[in-house]
């Protein structure tokens, strides 16, 4: 799994299954619930961090082979899950829609950003996604729109369900694809100024303490630059925690478990990890 994490950690599959369509991860999902198998869904794994000891199940990962894109017009946009988010901000400014700028960058898929209602420099998912198309553990179709998808900080109606995302859609506004274009390029100016983009990491390493900053917590509480094994803080960021090069899963959780001890100990806030654990 380390070749389909953007941590570049983690042990075996049992086996990988990579969907080309709805019906296929049907198929996929009967045939787990007959064999008795457990099953678990990655996208880009940008957000993901899994066992060094692997996952002795079927990992079902929703990428390139479902990744279409479709012009429904009136500023509406319906995309496969598996779209990276950097291709559907192209598409969107290619079209001259507006929106999606905040996501250019961001190393996820579409159904990954729509599940933890993924955001950055002042947007978010939750003001442009309208609906979601989903699979259920069963195997039965279904589909959120508006409120029902439940979109909030981080999370969404699927966070911590079964339902598997294989579709959304987006409500953009029209604008000037050279405007769009600069906003998308000037976030990633950003990016590659602020973040330590050149080690592999899953982003922000903890979500935002309501009334703090993670990164500034962990800066004030002397840990930049601290390792555990090959995981560091990053001493570009201290709200990322990277790969220097040899880390291993357990040493990215030891690193986290310090730095949840030292900040809460500081300054008694907890911070809660953005990345999702899988795995034995």
Not at 64 to 84: F, H, K, N, Q, V
Not at 109 to 134: D, I
Not at 162 to 173: A, K, N, S, V
């Amino acid at each position: 799994m380390s070749k389909l994490t953007s941590f570049h950690t983690g042990g075996a599959a049992a086996l990988l299954v990579q969907p080309n369509s709805v019906a296929a991860v049907q198929d996929i999902l009967y045939a787990c619930q007959a064999e008795h198998l457990r099953y678990c869904v990655v996208g880009n794994g940008s957000n993901l961090l899994v066992s060094d000891a692997g996952f002795s199940g079927v990992v079902l990962r929703i990428g390139p082979a479902m990744a279409t894109m479709e012009d429904l017009g009136d500023g509406r946009i319906r995309c496969a899950a598996g779209a990276s988010l950097t291709a559907l901000c192209n598409f969107a400014c290619r079209l001259g829609l507006s929106g999606l700028e905040f996501a250019f960058g961001i190393p996820g898929t579409a159904g990954g950003a729509a599940y933890m209602n993924a955001g950055a420099y002042g947007g978010e998912m939750k003001n442009v996604l309208t609906a979601c198309a989903h699979v259920a553990s069963d195997g039965n179709l279904g589909t959120f729109t508006g409120e029902a998808l439940a979109l909030s900080y981080r999370r969404s109606v699927y966070t911590d369900s079964d339902r598997i995302i294989t579709g959304l859609e987006l409500q953009l506004q029209p604008g000037d694809p050279r405007e769009i274009r600069a906003a998308m390029d000037e976030n990633m100016r950003k990016r590659s100024e602020k973040q330590p983009l050149e080690f592999p990491s899953a982003g922000s390493t903890f979500k935002r303490p309501q009334g703090y900053f993670a990164g500034a917590l962990i800066e004030q509480s002397g840990l930049k630059g601290v390792t555990v094994g090959g995981a560091q803080v990053s001493e570009k960021h201290a709200g990322f925690v990277i790969n220097t090069g040899d880390a291993t899963t357990s040493d990215i959780l030891a690193l986290i478990k310090l730095i949840q001890q030292t900040v809460w100990d500081k300054f008694g806030v907890h911070l809660e990890p953005e990345v999702k654990f899988i795995g034995d």
